[in-house]
């Protein structure tokens, strides 16, 4: 048993699960707290629960999956997500936005799937023979899905979007120029459509910011500074904090974090996602072919700039955009998806480690 | 030979730095202290605690008007919008007539039109009934049963609010000392529930508390109780009053007013006036349709009849007119040829009564003896001694009431016929059917007294109004002629009764509708007594023919249903 743990670390993808694992508990600890009975059916608690749930069984069944068996499924997988992206969008708004699908008992954000497959094209189009061609296809087909969540409208989606695809880009193995030009073309694309696209309330969210006056801002710094150094527990949290911080189970679910463990467990829960995007990023490093840095590359760039761009937004450092913090944030289909894209690096990492032990075994 | 460091790739510079960034702001967030920010002392919130307005109460300590808490319906404006057909299901489960469909259908055509997403109470105090059908039959999300709110609700369904006033859920006003708008509090309208709002009302309470920046209470830090408001104890009588009107619902009547006083402690002891206008309607609200169509009734449901619509009271007034033109210019016969000289003008009289005496001239209803009485006191005197019995003064009984007209003319515009025309009830006296009845009462007592609704425990039974100084024995002669006049012979002869009948013309409405120009009135007006127990009952009949007669015949059938019932409870009674 002694054995056990240590082996697991070592094998592939053992510590990127071990450290996505933490974060998770760490996610859990905060939904626990929150207001309302957690062990209830139905509760947020036992909900998160059974998303990290079947999230983890997703990530342990892509890390087993060959990469270029995902490559081939990649083309269906976008169509897939596109189809779904415009039944979002033709079925009745919810709150004046068109972000959900809702088809029986299923309710999920059809751009959370789009990221994924969009990464799995890029990785599909670098090992296509006619590369130019694919590469003038993937630019396309990132500019199609981001004009299509701009329609929901969904601006932090479309700026994640397009972080995927710059990302894979820069990973793949076309000449300097070539990637410096397409990543930088799409994101300036990018931008140029998020900030021609900004709605009224988006505009005025944007000047808040600017002048100071965000009040989700304030209330979230209340809630760091009341939690001070170490925190003041769950059940303060549950009688009174939560009712002071807007959105604390999604978008400021790391405010709800900060108060109940304070500065220790923040600086602890930031240390376990620089060890994750450590681990990530020597994944991409040594990945083996071509696709599979670009794959990892835009896996990545999934997982932590929707982190970053959280951590930002709740740290008061940008404009509040709307983008969940992976694995503590509230919500299906961006926790299955992340789940998801940390089994594909780990799927990478077991593919390379075993090229590079028939390498080994050849010389 | 250690191999130099390997420099660190951009990517990972941006990681440290990003991390670096991250982990300083976390600590500059964490480590600045809770009270430094400025907003936190702003979540402390004053809420006015309404107090529970206190009932009204008859003579016997029945309640009259009494505060319940009662349930509201709101629907948010996006519910109502996306929903089109949810209108049809709330009013199918609320069961409203048509009028009331209407007010409920304005009101959410205005709510699905406002622009704030927020719920819109679009019917108020919910009955049982209504609130189960709502449950079973619509149940969508963003309709809501807002409880916290207070009716009041009145006795026999608000018959009698022309003696109480109403007071009805103020949703759009403040509290006191300008606290917060107070769905619980009750705004009093009119009546007893606006003169005695001050008792009734009780003080309003006071708590301060912890709020969350989306409202929500964290925490209660201080708490001051409201005081509910007293208990109000009036001259009314629910059972006259229930009696009264199933007296004139059983004689049809539509356009009058009734007013019952009672001979021992000369409390006003009913009031009913028809048409009449639920308060409940108004604490529903009206439709802009629905209020013209009021405004426009040609029978004027907002008249209170008995308190503010002052007419001409005719021959009612008779008595007084003779006591106030004194014994010495009362000669003993008067002779009636049918008209009555003075100067050039010609005022007439009914019939040829030849030669009477001052009974007989009563009891026949002859009016030379009041031209000969005006001719001889003059104006100004007839008016100084109709003002004695409280004509041309408001009883203060009602805040709201009317006090009539008594209104002599001055010196340059006096004329002798003026006297005569205020002789017979006409010309610049009008009374309220309230005024006649506490006049009558004090009649019956032999001197003016001053009807109460409210009793003051410090003051006798029968409170005077005035120092005694009448002619005795003219006013013993003028009381026992009116036993026998024909409106007094009508009544049961095992009564003690006194009554006059009178008949006057509607003033003049040029704007209102043409048909009811000039229309006529009748006055049935009395005091009567048997087995200990006496009432002043004035009566007018406002529509159709033969009103003084009609007003008579209630007058006795209100007395026949009191006396019948006398010592019988409400419940008991057949």
Known sequence: ?363 | MLAPPAAPSPLTALGFGLSALLAGRLAQLHLRPARAFAWERQQLRVESLSPERGPIVDREGRRLAWSVPSVDLAVRSSVLRRDPSLRGALLRALRLDAAQAALFEARCERAARASRDRPHVLWTDLSETQREALAREVSPRGVYSLPGSTARRYAAGARHTSALGFATPCRECSGSAGAAPDSRALLARSGLEIERDALLAGSWGERVVEVSPTGAVLGERSRREAAPGATLRTSLDLAVMERVEQTLDAAHLEEGAAVVVDLETHGLLAVSTRPWLSPERYARGFTESQWRAVLEDPSRPLQDRAFRDARHPGRALAPFVLLATGAENLPATVSCDGAFELGARIFRCGHAHGSLDLASSLAQGCNARLYDAAARAGEERLAAGLARWGFGEATGLSPSEASGALRPRGAGHRRPGHALNLALGHGVVTATPVQLAAAWAGLSHRMPTRTFLVPDPEELPCPRAAPPDLDAALLETIVSALERTPAALRFDPSWHAAALQGVGESPWYPLASLERLRTEYGWGVSFASQGGRGYAVVVRVDQGRDTANRATDLARAIYANLFAHAGTSLENAP
């Open chain 1, 1 to 363: 048993m002694k054995q056990l743990a240590p082996r697991l670390l070592a094998a592939p993808g053992g510590r990127l699960f071990a450290l996505a694992a933490a974060l998770a508990c760490v996610g859990l600890r905060t939904h626990y707290a929150g207001p309302g009975a957690p062990l209830q059916v139905g509760s947020y608690f036992a909900r998160h629960v059974g998303w990290l749930l079947l999230g983890g069984a997703l990530a342990v069944g892509l890390s087993r999956v060959r990469l270029a068996a995902l490559l081939r499924a990649a083309p269906a997988l976008f169509v897939a997500s596109l189809a779904a992206l415009g039944l979002a969008l033709a079925q009745r708004p919810v709150g004046a936005v068109h972000r959900w699908l809702h088809l029986a008992w299923l309710h999920a954000q059809p751009l959370e799937l789009a990221r994924l497959a969009l990464v799995l094209l890029l990785g599909a189009c670098v090992t296509h023979r006619r590369r130019a061609a694919a590469l003038g296809l993937a630019v396309s087909a990132t500019a199609l899905l981001c004009a299509l969540a701009l329609a929901q409208p969904h601006l932090g989606g479309a700026l994640l979007l397009v972080s995927c695809a710059v990302a894979a880009l820069l990973a793949s193995p076309s000449p300097g120029w070539l990637r410096a030009t397409l990543s930088g073309g799409v994101a300036l694309l990018g931008t140029l459509a998020a900030t021609f696209s900004l709605h009224g309330y988006q505009r005025a969210r944007l000047a808040r910011f600017l002048d100071g006056a965000d009040w989700q801002a304030r209330q979230v710094a209340l809630a760091f500074a009341a939690g001070g150094l170490g925190g003041r527990g769950g059940a303060a949290w549950s009688s009174r904090g939560a009712a002071w911080v807007p959105e604390h189970r999604t978008d400021y679910a790391l405010a709800a974090w900060g108060f109940q463990a304070g500065l220790l467990g923040t600086l602890a829960w930031l240390a376990l996602w620089a060890l994750l995007a450590r681990e990530a990023g020597t994944i991409v490093r040594r990945a083996s072919t071509p696709e599979a840095r670009v794959v990892a590359a835009g896996a990545l760039a999934l997982v932590l700039v929707p982190a970053a761009l959280n951590a930002c937004m709740v740290l008061g450092l940008v404009p509040a955009v709307g983008v969940p913090m992976p694995l503590l944030s509230f919500g299906g289909t961006q926790t299955v998806v992340c789940l998801g894209a940390l089994g594909i690096l780990a799927g990478v990492q077991r593919e390379s480690a075993a090229l590079e032990a028939a390498r080994a075994r050849a010389s």
